[in-house]
DNA sequence: ATACGTTTGAAACAACTGTTTGAAACAAAG
DNA sequence: CTTTGTTTCAAACAGTTGTTTCAAACGTAT
């Protein structure tokens, strides 16, 4: 079929010309270009720029979705919920993570994934969250409460904002993951691989949110 | 002098503006109509929207760096090396971030601080990655260092990317923090103010650069 | 082959962008 | 008051943006 290569094609140029610039310093006209399709059919086939946008999300977070709601059911079936911890937890989404982007290029997708998911939070508030929120609030939910069994002993309100400084370590890190990775190069003449990287950030996460707060 | 009254009014709609929503986002015509000043203004004082964007970031980077480095000196003169704490350094980071940004509406300002911060990282990846590092690189290079001075035992490395983790659990956070803030406020009826955050965040970093590898 | 719904194509549209212009208003000094 | 340099203003400019239009090309059932 080829309006389905059609908008596959324009798709993957979105995705990744979003992922570069940013949602509104990426024009429609570059997008087509690089798609090698007419201007007119990402309105033909989308609607408009913001449907567009939705839609790359999308073909990104419901496989990621739904595989992450079978895992958890299998993680929550082997373990009854006293040996809850969060490492296994975290084990569960870092699988996840990975395993949601098939191909041979995953280690670049992940990159995309996540550097779209910090500009969709940073930039562009309106639309993008209203649609985020409506579409997969369910799956946000869900691994929050999974997180808050594994830590019964911390306050509700302490694990929220702990979580949200987890996933904004991760967000950040990989939204400039490029420019990160050639300072480390240039200044330590390391070079970490996407793997080793998500190595260091389980730990620090781990420790982050299991850290008992000490009397100063 | 009326033109210095000009210069701050369109600094100051400007900064509130590229907070709101982001750099490309927002038009000139935007900026000079809440500052009540001519639309030719913004070039005839700053040359071109790039320029203004610097000027925003330097009028708050410029007294931040200075006052950071001053109060790392009298921290430096305190203490040896060898008691040179994380605990120690992360409180001066804390202080100075706090009184760095003067005025009644402090709280306000260090959101819009680091939500600049955050979109520079994400959006705009040209002139103003340059301009950060042109202009306040001795800065963080230093601030990284001492860090590594009290972490002799983790490797530069490890130590490099946990502190970008630990940025970014600071960036990303005050970059959406209205938003968070409503969530919590919904989902668990709480109301934590910014000094608030700032306490549970503070904790987490150092439980996060301090974790040590476990064997898994 | 004919007819019909779907998809593509080139061109144009209207709106908005940052920037420039040149005259007017202003302030300060001779 | 006149002159000088600086600042403001309304208007226009050239370029780009997302979107629309409508005819041509395509594929597919009758």
């Given at each position: 079929m080829t309006q389905n290569d059609t908008v596959t094609r324009i798709l993957n140029?979105?995705?990744?010309?979003?992922?570069e610039k940013g949602f509104s310093e990426t024009t429609l006209r570059s997008i087509t270009e690089q798609a090698n399709?007419?201007?007119?059919?990402?309105?033909?086939?989308?609607g408009s720029k913001k449907a567009l946008i939705q839609a790359v999300f999308a073909r990104f977070l419901n496989p990621f979705c739904v595989l992450l709601d079978s895992n958890l059911d299998a993680f929550e079936a082997q373990t009854t919920k006293?040996?809850?911890?969060?490492?296994?937890?975290?084990?569960?989404l870092e699988r996840t993570l990975l395993a949601s982007?098939?191909?041979?290029?995953s280690q670049e997708r992940l990159s995309i994934f996540l550097r779209l998911l910090g500009l969709a939070y940073t930039q562009s508030q309106g639309h993008m969250r209203r649609f985020l929120k409506s579409n997969y609030d369910v799956t946000y939910k869900r691994i929050v409460s999974v997180i808050q069994e594994s830590n019964p002993d911390v306050s509700e309100n302490d694990l929220f904002w702990r979580i949200h400084f987890a996933v904004g370590s991760m967000i950040f890190t990989f939204s400039s993951i490029e420019s990160l990775r050639a300072i480390a190069n240039n200044d330590l003449h390391t070079d970490n691989t996407v793997p080793d990287i998500v190595k260091m950030l389980?730990?620090?996460?781990?420790?982050?949110?299991?850290?008992r707060l000490v009397a100063p």
């Amino acid at each position: 079929m080829t309006q389905n290569d059609t908008v596959t094609r324009i798709l993957n140029a979105a995705e990744t010309l979003f992922a570069e610039k940013g949602f509104s310093e990426t024009t429609l006209r570059s997008i087509t270009e690089q798609a090698n399709v007419n201007l007119a059919a990402v309105n033909y086939h989308f609607g408009s720029k913001k449907a567009l946008i939705q839609a790359v999300f999308a073909r990104f977070l419901n496989p990621f979705c739904v595989l992450l709601d079978s895992n958890l059911d299998a993680f929550e079936a082997q373990t009854t919920k006293q040996t809850t911890d969060l490492h296994g937890v975290l084990g569960v989404l870092e699988r996840t993570l990975l395993a949601s982007l098939t191909g041979d290029t995953s280690q670049e997708r992940l990159s995309i994934f996540l550097r779209l998911l910090g500009l969709a939070y940073t930039q562009s508030q309106g639309h993008m969250r209203r649609f985020l929120k409506s579409n997969y609030d369910v799956t946000y939910k869900r691994i929050v409460s999974v997180i808050q069994e594994s830590n019964p002993d911390v306050s509700e309100n302490d694990l929220f904002w702990r979580i949200h400084f987890a996933v904004g370590s991760m967000i950040f890190t990989f939204s400039s993951i490029e420019s990160l990775r050639a300072i480390a190069n240039n200044d330590l003449h390391t070079d970490n691989t996407v793997p080793d990287i998500v190595k260091m950030l389980i730990p620090f996460i781990e420790g982050g949110i299991n850290r008992r707060l000490v009397a100063p």
